[in-house]
């Protein structure tokens, strides 16, 4: 294909394939499913599963899959061929509309928190005809929710859907109320930024901590890193550039609106940045990114990393999910208006998010804690654990005005009545960038900086949107039974100001004075870890709305506490039964083929000289000697405490006892390792070093 716009989607069954395969009574049916959550019609499946079958066979398919995201953080595939046998001996080729509709994986081996027990293998999946289906390789990939025999979730796209139902429901109420009756649907779009690192694959290969656990576990500083910021927005190197090329074509046949690519601050990292589009959709389509990514990746002779810190002294990596409110007219409920009643209406969906992440900041750090990600957050390089908002300069200053009923300086003298006084017209990027806020509203949108690299972005915008349509129902109550709108509704908004604006904070995130005023003074929560933040999923006020909006039931969010404690656990014991091992088997006998080469060397020396004085191998010696007593100890306590672990009983207990004992462990290990390896000759070390790490793809 010759340019951009004849790939684009040329791997999709999308909305012009569909218009232009299906019968119009057909694709209207489709469409209205789709666009209004009207239920399917078997008659209509039946014949969309005909022509997509048609369509993929047609651009070499010959199987197909029910695409789903389990709970193990990465996508799920099983395929089945098209054939179905003749009378004649010979094949068909076959796709029903009941076998688009509905497969049936086996269950018993994906993550459920003890939602159901290991012999209990059955488990479904269903299309979501919201997200088109669309070829990888030979087989069709058809998006689909995942859930238990008993209905119980158990993926990640099915509580996405039921959030942005749930904020539809309530988000209508609102703009009904505004006098807006044409609006059918309310829903939030996502655009997340990616971070990755591109390594060589030869050097990856002989890192068994990469290989294994996708960060490095030892490595000393490099002589350079990202001291000089040379790299960020720098030249990109050819043999980047190429693969970013080849990236860009693989996600655009794929209908991924890939649009901005660029060097980050890190050597060796890269970031890529798509257009927005509908947050279950953007949740595929980031999944569907991050697998490309490393695939081509692979192509180049790279490896694409994206574990949030795989070198430490250097930035780590995040994904930046930029979250905005729209209707299906194509009004952004995030942006001030022309007339008084549009400002006033963005201020009250403006004070509903400041509301949700305020009233629910515990759930938006737990949106994001993986193993990985808790080694980036607070790291100054990223947002802190402690979420705040950012709001901005001139915002900040409005909302004052109205909290305080004072003239707003930007507007003369007139009072901030709603309703009635007209809000200065904001440009889009009215104020800078605030890089090191959690929450950030830059223009239109919000700007959720907290995300790791290889995290889903399907949990943190539930949790978002569930909480949003929390805020919105609790307006849309007293709104509706107000007597005197543009009164209530001047109440609400300036009393919700004031009730949470310790959540607004526009200054450094990175500094300590910041993080000491928001718990200490503000009574903002601050959860560094996994096992810190992970319970306070089941508090009964989390518990109480996201079961209240139909987005979870209570069992679904005990079996997800479950499996993300136990998922961090397990990541941690293999990242420190992977530096018992490389310890053992490969650092520990590179020093010590070193000292027995100086110990040869001084012999060699006093058989010439006995009287010679103590010299550089000498002293070499000792302190290698040293550290290879130090790193076989180190090693040793660090098996000791998973051991240990073991002994514990419950996710809980077992994840407290890993952030407690075994990280530390793998600190002092590391610690006595990496100073080994500023000491041994090159020749002996096992494998490659920081500095080739990060600068070796030209």
């Known amino acids: 294909m010759s340019n951009a716009a004849e790939m684009f989607g040329s791997k999709v069954f999308d909305d012009r394939i569909m218009k232009a395969t299906l019968p119009a009574r057909v694709y209207n049916s489709l469409r209205k499913t789709i666009d209004e959550g009207t239920d399917l019609d078997v ?5 969309v599963a005909a022509a997509m079958k048609d369509w993929a066979v047609k651009n070499g398919a010959t199987h197909y899959t029910h695409w789903f995201q389990p709970l193990t953080g990465i996508t799920a595939e099983k395929h089945d061929s098209f054939i179905s046998p003749s009378p004649d001996g010979g094949v068909i080729m076959e796709f029903s509309g009941k076998e688009l509709i509905k497969g049936e994986p086996d269950a018993s081996s994906f993550p459920s928190g003890g939602l159901r027990a290991t012999f209990e293998a059955r488990g479904y999946t269903a299309w979501d005809p919201t997200s088109y289906a669309f070829l990888k390789g030979k087989t069709l990939c058809i998006p689909t929710a995942f859930c238990a025999y008993g209905g119980e979730a158990l993926d990640k796209k099915t509580p996405l859907l039921r959030s942005m139902e749930a904020l539809n429901k309530q988000a209508l109420r609102i703009v009904r109320l505004f006098g807006n009756d044409t609006v059918k649907c309310v829903k939030t779009s996502v655009g997340p930024e990616q971070e990755y690192f591109l390594i060589d694959r030869e050097m ?6 990469l290989v294994y656990t996708g960060r490095t576990l030892f490595g000393a500083k490099s002589p350079k890193g990202q001291e000089m910021e040379d790299h960020y927005f720098g030249v990109i190197k050819p043999r980047v550039e190429a693969y970013m090329a080849d990236l860009n074509e693989e996600l655009w ?48 002779g ?47 969906f403006l004070c509903a998010v400041i509301k949700a992440v305020d009233d629910y900041q515990d759930l938006l750090r737990l949106s994001v804690a993986t193993a990985g990600n808790d080694h980036r957050l607070g790291a100054n390089e990223a947002p802190p654990a402690v ?9 900040t200053a409005i909302l004052d005005a109205i909290e305080n009923d004072t003239p707003y300086n930007g507007s003369g003298t007139t009072l901030m009545k709603l309703g009635v006084s007209v809000l200065p017209k904001f440009p889009r990027d009215n104020t800078d960038r605030n890089r090191t806020s959690p929450f950030a509203f830059t223009g239109n949108k919000f700007e959720f900086r907290m995300l790791g690299s290889s995290n889903s972005i399907a949990c943190a915008n539930m949790m978002l949107n569930a909480a949003v349509a929390e805020s919105l129902k609790i307006y849309a109550d007293r709104l509706e039974a107000a007597e005197d709108f543009e009164t209530v509704l001047h109440q609400m908004i300036k009393k919700t ?50 079961t209240s909006h139909g987005v979870f039931t209570e069992a679904e969010l005990k079996s997800r506490c479950e499996i993300m404690l136990d998922n961090y656990s397990k990541t941690v014991t293999i990242e420190a039964n992977t530096m018992v091992d490389m310890a053992r088997r490969e650092i520990l006998p590179a020093v010590q083929s070193c000292t027995a080469e100086l ?25 290698l000697s040293g550290l290879c007593d130090r790193i076989a100890e180190k090693a040793d306590g660090l098996e000791a405490a998973v051991r240990a672990v073991k002994d514990c009983q419950g996710a809980v207990a077992e994840s407290a006892a890993i952030r407690d004992t075994v990280l530390g462990k793998m600190a002092e290990l590391r610690a006595a390792a990496d100073q080994a390896e500023t000491m041994t000759p090159k020749k002996y070390w096992p494998f490659p070093t920081y500095g080739e790490l990060l600068f070796s793809v030209s």
């Open 43 to 47: 008659g209509v499946a039946n014949a």
């Open 204 to 209: 990856y290969n002989k890192r068994r901590d």
């Open 253 to 300: 046949k794929l209908g991924i609106l890939a649009k901005t690519e660029h060097n980050e601050v890190a050597p060796a990292q890269h970031e890529l940045a798509p257009i927005y589009t509908s947050t279950n959709i953007a949740t595929d389509h980031n999944q569907l990114t991050m697998e490309v990514m490393q695939k081509v990746a692979a192509k180049h």
């Open 302 to 348: 790279l490896v694409c990393l994206l574990h949030e810190k795989p070198f430490e002294g250097v930035n780590g990596s995040g994904k930046h999910n930029n979250w905005s409110i729209a209707t299906d007219t194509g009004v952004n409920l995030l942006s001030p208006g022309e007339t008084p009643y549009e400002n006033a209406q963005f201020l009250l």
């Open 387 to 395: 979420v705040s908002i950012f709001l901005g300069d001139e915002l």
């Open 497 to 546: 100001i004031k009730d949470h604006k310790r959540i607004l904070f526009n200054g450094n995130g990175y500094d300590e004075a910041w993080i000491r005023e928001a718990t200490e003074v503000r009574g903002l929560s601050n959860y560094p870890t996994t096992p810190d933040c992970m319970p306070h999923l089941l508090d009964e006020k989390n518990v109480k709305m996201l």
């Open 599 to 623: 110990a040869e060397a001084i012999a060699a020396k006093k058989a010439v000289s006995p009287d010679v004085p103590r010299g550089y191998e000498t002293g070499l010696l000792t302190k």
